[in-house]
């Protein structure tokens, strides 16, 4: 079986425009979470969220894209994904053998949500239309990194970019590319803090994952995008060596489209065949970095699949989203950044807000940024609406 | 070890097929709205699932195809959940509920957004209702393509059924937009003897296999 590799990593968040501030932020357990002020919906002043701090213009000059007319959720993953692709000494000759598998939940449904009543008014075509489509913010990308061979986007919802490693990794796996830039990108939207907000999932606080007194999401936006790399073709060119992707497990937890069975039995075998790809015993994971959504099922079936999967004892795990905000289709992505950060740093990430564990299980994450010189293994989880369950472990290389 | 084809269902228009043979017909002044035709065929077959009357109308088709396909098959009396797979393909996503969402967030005084359509604003909730009926906890994947194209769907599932991520896998088309629907399922397995009827999981048999039976 062929190796893959990790060998650049991009993000952009609540934590900050690129990978350097977010490390910056996290060492400081400062929350990027916030007043939304970029959305213009009715829930402003309601509820926080993990906005990135940046306004669609502030973003186009980052990209020094001033009028490309770009979606919010393009210009992030635009940045993320350029990051990545210079994070690994990659330029403009290569993209031989090379794909891009890009994430999206919402696409360019904040620019509709702009424009969309002027256009019924109007009755001509405007350009955002062709923008509205999830696969957009992917195309503009490919062209830009200038990737050609293989390009898709998936749609998972809040496990879609975790999948789109896994999709990455195989294709290198099985011999199709040598080459992916994998993850994902969401913007907020009207459209899913509304959807959010009608299922009472969202916490109008910052949440606390684990907590007994947990109460909902804090939903977040960003872009995060790792570079993976066949074994042969990172050694060939001597590319930096971040991570390998050990392993990974996709199952569905076949119970219900909203809520997690109550032993988060997906979330279980998804974890187990993960560690079981990888040829690891569950006592070499070093650290877990949790789902933890902060509502009142995920966090305690959660818990429960933890339980199961290391009887003996839970490795130390959190969950960063009190950090970052739930960026649906971006937070596998994040994530998985963030797990292949602690791997490199040797830093564990703590769960913010939290205090008092969950009767059931109780279960205490780790509560403050602790150094572990010796962090060998990270597994990362995500489950999603329609049963979708997926882990990703990171090793060093 | 072998892979064939072991079964397929097809819902067309207003026909149900089972492996090529027609089984339902609803009249024509029954068939004229999507749900309604899927609940004609939900009677007719006498299942029982009362969820399946909230469900949105792609969620209904694809329930509807794999039910009629799976308890047949007898796969979950010779695998365990976890080695059944489900990868499906369609072109219009979930565009019919997304339009609906769309709607009840548009008007500022008529703005009462619904869990019960938010929900279903992604095709793979549809294989998470196959997945719940069936209670099948193998891996899944919702590909959106132009068309239905064997060519890319056969191979991603030869790989997953070769690497044993599953032992069998339920495939196939899935698709309900704004100028019609379509569903065609089939079942590929593992198997270590010859089938009863193989049909090789190839190419050019998927494409003979969704060509028959022809529209009447």
Request: net charge negative.
């Amino acid at each position: 079986m062929i190796n893959v590799y990790v060998t650049g990593i991009g993000m952009i968040s609540a934590l900050g425009p690129d990978v350097a501030t977010a490390l910056n932020t996290l060492q400081q357990s400062r929350s990027g979470l916030g007043p939304i002020h970029h959305v213009t919906t009715r829930l402003q002043g309601r509820y926080v969220a993990g906005e990135v701090s940046f306004s669609d213009n502030e973003l186009a000059m980052l990209a020094a894209l001033p009028d490309a007319e770009l979606t919010r959720t393009t210009l992030l993953g635009y940045l993320a994904a350029r990051e990545a692709w210079q994070h690994a000494g990659l330029g403009p000759a290569d993209t031989a053998r090379t794909g891009l598998i890009s994430a999206s939940t919402v696409g360019g449904t904040g620019h509709a949500e702009h424009f969309y009543q002027d256009f019924l008014e109007a009755r001509v075509t405007p350009a955002f239309i062709d923008t509205y489509d999830n696969a957009d913010s992917t195309e503009f990308i490919s062209r830009r990194l200038g990737i050609r061979d293989l390009v898709t986007t998936v749609n998972t919802a809040c496990a879609s970019s975790a999948n789109a490693i896994v999709l990455g990794a195989r294709l290198i796996q099985q011999g199709v590319l040598d080459r992916v830039v994998v993850g994902g990108t969401d913007a907020l939207a009207r459209f899913t803090l509304n959807g959010f907000n009608s299922l009472l999932l969202l916490d109008p606080e910052p949440c606390k994952p684990f907590d007994a007194n947990r109460k909902g999401i804090n939903l977040g936006e960003g872009a995060a995008y790792l570079v993976l790399e066949a074994e042969a073709t990172a050694r060939q060119r001597k590319a930096p060596l971040r991570a390998r992707l050990s392993g990974y497990g996709l199952t569905n937890d076949a119970h219900h489209q909203t809520a997690s069975s109550p032993t988060g039995y997906g979330l279980q075998l998804a974890m187990h065949q993960a560690l079981r790809r990888a040829a690891l015993p569950p006592e070499a994971i070093g650290y877990l970095n949790a789902h933890g959504t902060g509502t009142a099922n995920n966090d305690l079936t959660e818990g429960q699949a933890i339980r199961a999967v290391f009887p003996d004892q839970a490795p130390p795990f959190s969950s960063t989203k009190p950090f970052t905000g739930h960026a649906l289709g971006a937070a596998g992505g994040i994530e998985a950044v963030l797990s292949v950060l602690a791997l490199n740093q040797g830093l564990i990430w703590p769960s913010l807000n939290f205090a008092e564990p969950i009767p059931d299980h109780g279960l205490v994450p780790v509560r403050t940024l602790r150094t572990v010189p010796n962090l060998h293994h990270v597994l990362s989880t995500s489950a999603a609406m329609g049963g979708s369950c997926c882990a990703l472990l990171f090793s060093q290389p | 070890m072998e892979t064939s084809i072991t079964a397929t269902c097809a819902i067309r228009g207003r026909q149900i097929f089972l492996n090529g043979t027609l089984l339902f017909e609803a009249p024509e002044d029954t068939a004229a709205d999507l749900s309604d035709f899927l609940i004609a065929g939900y009677r007719h077959f006498g299942v029982s699932y009362p969820k399946f009357f909230k469900m949105d109308v792609l969620s209904k088709l694809a329930f509807l195809t794999a039910e009629l396909l799976l308890p047949k098959a007898g796969l979950q009396d010779r695998l365990r959940p976890a080695d059944i797979g489900v990868v499906l393909t369609n072109r219009s996503s979930s565009l019919l509920t997304d339009v609906v969402h769309q709607q009840s967030i548009a008007e500022p005084a008529s703005h009462f957004p619904s869990p019960a359509v938010f929900v279903y604003t992604l095709p793979n909730i549809a294989i998470g209702e196959i997945s719940i009926r069936h209670q099948l906890t193998g891996e899944n994947s919702l590909f959106v393509t132009e068309s239905f194209e064997p060519a890319m769907l056969v191979p991603y599932v030869s790989q997953l059924l070769a690497e044993k991520s599953c032992q069998a896998c339920l495939c196939g088309w899935l698709e309900a937009g704004l100028t019609g629907h379509e569903a065609f399922f089939y079942l590929v397995e593992n198997h270590a003897s010859p089938a009863p009827t193989p049909r090789p999981h190839r190419v050019p048999d998927v494409e003979l296999l969704y060509s028959q039976p022809h529209y009447s």
